[in-house]
């Protein structure tokens, strides 16, 4: 068994086996899961780095059986990279989330709404857990489909963990969103297998396909991906969905759900289609733009502190598609700046949002409110959380020493290689308007009112999840040598 | 026209048609029953495909796949129907409002993929 | 053969984290920690201090100092410590020694005072990071740094002016932030390079092939360097900056954010693109244009003011571009004159802050109108205070004017005159506005308003305010005095350029 193998193994079947021990719905074997979900992933993707490091690209035929019969998985450094930063996020989430349905699961079922979610959250997270895992290490188009469906089943039902009216329907219309989405790329699957009578990505990346159908195909598949991944202008559905569901949950979905049809996105029309047609690349890049400007001018515009962070990744998201004009100057061509800075703000997002979830989730906790007037004065109780609030919005908004930064300035680098002026222009103003919004949150939480009377303590450990995530996007603005070459393995075509 | 275009452009067809209704019906039940049409017409172009490229081999692949895509739809259309029967518990009508009621910004503007 | 202690290269990072580690620390303390955070903070202060003066002995024996981390591929956080960062470094690391002490007196009744010291902190370190940054990357770190970290001491007062102080202060400088870092990341492309270099990494061959091109480049890094030094017309955040608490006017507003900005400016020209080749492009005539403005206009804005900090902050803006019109001009003494005022302005702006802030704090009095009979109630602060106030106008032997003296014979070295004019007027209008405020002070009858009216202490106010003020006046007299010892800044000044360090 090579290293390949035995890791990839541990990576999926780890959370797999987690989230069954989690179903049993007993506090003591969610406890048991959530580690064991973390700490296979922590390890099994850090094999995995060390394997890619060492020997480039690998793969790993399950059971044996290679394609195009068998599931075949594929270890690249894209892969690996989000692998990481999902295993990183996810622990740190986990150990948050324990805390914070901790005293809620021993509540029966029946007594109490918000027990259920605590009944209910850690297995649906590891299977989540499980199927974006798969989705990185995927080596053909109908296992990213099946592991794209488990991921938004799984997403959808967490938002409807929370009890509220509102949150139902925000899943609900989620869960819509997701399927169309879904059976969308289905589509363009069987057409291009109609096509070229294959569904390896290695297969179909030697082809390079080219022609009607395939050109039909991937509109499809980008439809239904830029719609799971908010792409403006399909973002509606994201703020309720995201703002509705329980802290962890809102963590997971902004950090990390979206990344998830964001990296098919990439694999599809970089790894496949060799960079599709630069028209279509600038049109994902104007719509890039167009959720840079509409998602900041709307989050500076909440009253609500989740509602806020959520607008907030419509805008994020924006910038990884500013990433795809860059990428590709000229046919055949790739600039590794556009292609490391894109890819370090994706990772830097993941973790400074998932750090602002937690936070706002610690604030709210706090106060068991949501609204911005509420949490005023916090900082002086939750200095740690507000920190990390903090420190988060540093990242976002691309000021150093954070991984925003590097990423900002790779990316300025590329347009500025290629130049491409308005995308400079679109970069720059884009950090803005994030402190803007930013700023709005820690003015409130500032503010010189006492912290509010009924005080409910917030357990020490999720704010330590909160500001460790937040050190951690800070932590790779000061080195970031390691995980960019790690980007670099493989590259955008690693076939 | 042979029988095996007949059904890739039925399957286009349904899928297109399957897609309009689960955009614009506002029912909920209409809604999932049009995601399952919507699969079934993907379904049939994946049948297809096999045949009109090679009909003199058989490729197990697509029916594989159809399987595989059967019991995903199913456990989908489960969660669905589960979700949607809260949204009616909760908000007594069976469908999504009209944007969203706590949004500041957004008024329902963008976002048709949703309804 | 032991290498002496000062031969480590280390040290340039030792005086970076000499600040940076107690900021961090006293960021988890406790509000009512105060033995522990004062400990940490006059610990850090003497610790880089001491560090400085190690690396100030090296580099005068002729080493000097380089110590690098790689971020990303090719790019990395270098911190160099050469005769030119050290004295922007010792300027810093000195003055925060002494505001450190003064701070600790001031703050005393005030709340937050945590989050106050640990960013005040963080604030020296960024300076520091400015100060030695070996590359143009490494000192955008330390310059955006610088900005975020001061925005929390700005809108410290939590009153709805002082926030509104803060999003004026946000919005320029972010502002002037991002362009800058497009330009930087220009420049790295279109130039191969970030490094820093004596005479500048530009070729001349490549500034004529693109002209316009490195002129945009040379405006976007202008305009970034520009906003903190406070050159018309983006000065408008520093007189607004005023309502901070005193210390962080003094320290930062006159010393740290302010410097950082003007270092940046002989950064550009010198260090990257190279006294020469901005001369041919006639980017230092622009410059040299801007700043004689700036020091006039500023100089006329001052005199209307009747608010003591304000007219201390339009005072700081008109004599910060001392220090770029000297080093934009082709004359080595012109150099000599910007580099040492950048001392110089420093020291005796520092002292007039502090004593502006023990008058205000101790007696209430904010406008030159009510400074009636304050020098006999504090004749220790106004003595500060006019040593400062003459200085500033210029008046020998106070430190200023070395400055001018400078400045003056470099214009005409440099073919030059006018700008003895502007130095002449600027001379004027500062003894227009500086004087009524001493004439004040020593001879008009004191006001019955004062909150504290007769010293209960054995001082005239707190001693943790006045000694620092008194230290900070005794040095812009003693710089003045020995100028001519080596190791005065103006034989530093005089030593970088000697050695073509610039």
Redesign the interface.
């Known amino acids: 068994m090579t290293e390949f193998e035995l890791w990839s193994t541990v990576v999926i079947f780890g959370p797999l086996l987690a989230s069954v021990v989690a179903l049993s719905a007993r506090p003591a074997l969610l406890r048991a899961g959530l580690v064991l979900g973390s700490l296979s992933t922590l390890v099994g993707s850090a094999g995995l780095w060390r394997a890619v490091a060492l020997y480039g690209p690998g793969r790993h035929p399950l059971g044996g059986w290679g394609q195009p019969l068998g599931i075949e998985l594929w270890i690249d450094g894209f892969g690996v990279a989000m692998l990481a930063v999902t295993a990183l996020v996810g622990a740190l989430t986990s150990l948050y989330a324990n805390s914070y349905f901790g005293d809620l699961s021993e509540l029966s079922v029946r007594d109490s709404p918000a027990g259920r979610g605590a009944r209910f959250f850690a297995p649906l997270w590891l299977l989540l857990w499980t199927a974006l895992n798969g989705i990185y290490l995927s080596a053909d188009l109908f296992n990213l489909y099946v592991t794209l469906e488990i991921l938004g089943l799984s997403a959808a039902a967490i938002v409807t963990l929370a009890v509220s009216r509102q949150a139902t329907v925000a899943g609900m219309r989620y869960l819509l969103v997701s399927l169309i989405g879904s059976l969308l790329y289905l589509l363009g699957v069987a057409l291009l297998y109609v096509q070229y009578g294959t569904l390896s990505l290695e297969g179909l990346a030697a082809i390079g396909p080219s022609g009607p159908i395939p050109a039909i195909a991937l509109a499809a598949m980008t439809v239904g991906m830029a719609a799971k991944t908010a792409l403006f202008p399909f973002h509606a559905w994201l703020p309720p969905a995201h703002a509705g569901a329980p802290a962890p949950g809102s963590a997971i979905l902004s950090a990390l759900v979206v990344k998830g049809s964001f990296f098919i996105l990439v694999r599809l029309w970089f790894s496949v289609y060799g960079g599709g047609s630069p028209e279509g690349l600038i049109l994902l890049g104007v719509l890039g733009s167009g959720a840079i400007l509409w998602g900041s001018i709307l989050a500076l515009r909440q009253v609500s502190l989740k509602r806020l962070i959520a607008y907030s990744t419509v805008a994020q998201l924006g910038y990884l598609f500013v990433m795809f004009p860059l990428l590709i100057p000229e046919p055949r061509l790739w600039n590794a700046d556009a292609w490391t800075g894109g890819l370090l703000l994706a990772i830097s997002h993941a973790l400074a949002k998932a750090a602002m979830f937690l936070a706002a989730g610690n604030m709210s906790y706090a106060v068991a409110e949501d609204r911005l007037t509420s949490i005023s004065g916090v900082a002086h109780r939750l200095p740690m959380s507000f920190f990390a609030f903090g420190v988060g919005g540093l990242s976002l908004a691309g000021l150093p020493p954070s991984a925003g930064f590097v990423g900002k300035w790779l990316l300025l680098r590329s347009a500025f290689e290629t130049a491409h002026w308005t995308w400079i222009a679109v970069i720059a103003v884009g950090g803005l308007l994030t402190i803007a919004y930013v700023l709005k949150v820690l003015r409130y939480a500032l503010d010189r009112d006492e912290a509010p009377e009924d005080f409910r303590p917030v357990p020490r450990r999720m704010e330590w999840a909160a500001a460790l995530l937040a050190l951690a996007a800070m932590a790779l603005g000061v080195r970031a040598l390691e995980l960019v070459e790690l980007l670099l393995v493989g590259g955008p075509f690693p076939w | 026209m042979n029988p095996v275009d007949l059904y ?1 452009l039925a ?1 286009i067809v349904i ?1 297109l048609i399957a ?1 309009y209704a ?2 614009t019906r506002a029912h ?1 039940f209409w ?1 999932v029953l049009a ?1 399952n049409l ?2 079934t017409g ?1 379904f049939l ?2 049948l ?3 045949s ?3 009909p003199e081999i058989a ?4 029916q ?2 159809v399987l ?2 059967i019991v ?1 739809a199913v ?2 259309t489960a ?2 129907l589960g ?2 029967l ?2 009616i518990a ?2 007594g009508l069976p469908f ?2 009209d944007g ?7 008024g ?4 048709e ?2 309804r | 053969m032991v290498s002496p202690i000062w031969a480590w290269d280390g040290l340039p990072l030792a005086v970076v984290l000499s600040s940076f580690v107690p900021g961090v620390l006293i960021m988890f303390l406790r509000e009512e920690q105060t033995l522990l955070r004062n400990t940490l903070n006059m610990t850090g202060a003497l610790a880089k201090v001491a560090f400085v003066g190690l690396m100030l002995q090296g580099v005068a024996a002729g080493a000097s100092y380089e110590w690098a981390f790689e971020i990303l591929p090719g790019l990395e956080l270098s911190l160099a410590g050469d005769a030119l960062a050290l004295l922007f470094v010792t300027l810093s690391a000195v003055l925060w020694l002494v505001t450190t002490v003064y701070a600790i007196g001031y703050m005393e009744a005030s709340r937050s005072r945590t989050r106050f010291f640990a960013f005040f902190s963080l604030c020296v370190t960024a300076t520091t990071g400015i100060a030695m940054a070996g590359d143009l990357f490494t000192f955008v770190i330390f310059y955006e740094a610088l900005t975020w970290a001061t925005y929390p001491l700005v809108v410290h007062n939590g009153t709805p002016e002082a926030i509104r102080a803060g999003r004026t202060y946000l919005a320029y400088t972010l502002g002037a932030g991002a362009i800058l870092v497009v330009g930087a990341v220009g420049f790295e492309v279109t130039a191969g390079t970030v490094a820093f270099a004596a005479g500048g990494v530009v070729d001349p061959m490549a500034v004529e092939a693109e002209p316009i091109r490195y002129f945009l480049l040379f405006l976007c890094l202008l305009i970034g360097m520009g906003v903190k030094s406070a050159i018309f017309p983006i000065h408008g955040w520093l007189p607004t900056a005023m309502v901070a608490p005193a210390p962080v006017s003094a320290l930062l507003h006159a010393v740290a954010v302010v410097k950082a900005g003007a270092f940046g400016i002989i950064r550009l020209i010198h260090s990257l693109f190279g006294i020469e080749v901005s001369w041919e492009m006639g980017l230092t005539t622009l410059v040299a244009v801007l700043a004689s403005f700036t020091i006039v206009y500023a100089s006329v804005r001052a005199l209307a003011q009747t608010d003591i900090k304000r007219i201390l902050a339009f005072s700081t803006v008109s004599q910060l571009s001392y220090i770029a019109l000297g080093v934009a001009l082709l004359d080595p003494l012109a150099q000599v004159g910007g580099l040492v005022h950048l001392v110089h302005q420093g020291i005796m702006k520092i002292t007039l802050f502090f004593c502006a802030g023990i008058i205000a704090q101790t007696l209430g009095v904010k406008t030159v109108g009510a400074m009636g009979g304050v020098a006999r109630r504090m004749p220790l602060t106004m003595a500060a205070f006019t040593v400062g106030a003459l200085g500033m106008i210029g008046l020998p032997p106070v430190a200023g004017f070395i400055s001018k003296w400078y400045l003056g014979l470099g214009a005409l070295g440099a073919g030059a005159p006018w700008v003895i004019l502007v130095l002449l007027a600027s001379s004027l209008l500062n003894a227009a506005y500086f004087l009524p405020i001493l004439r004040t002070a020593y001879f008009d009858e004191p006001s019955e308003s004062w909150s504290d009216p007769w010293p209960h202490h054995r001082l005239e106010a707190d001693w943790r305010m006045v000694f620092p003020a008194v230290i900070t006046a005794a040095l812009s007299l003693a710089v003045g005095v020995f100028a001519a010892s080596d190791w005065s800044p103006l034989g530093w000044a005089l030593l970088i350029v000697e050695r073509g360090a610039l």
Do not use: F, N, W, Y
């Open positions: 890739m399957g899928t897609l689960a955009l909920l809604k995601i919507m699969g993907v172009i994946l297809a495909a096999p009109r490229r090679t490729d197990p692949l697509p594989a796949m595989t895509g995903v456990a989908a969660l669905a979700i949607a809260r949204v909760r908000s999504l409002p969203d009621e706590e949004d500041q910004g957004s329902g503007s963008a976002g993929a949703s």
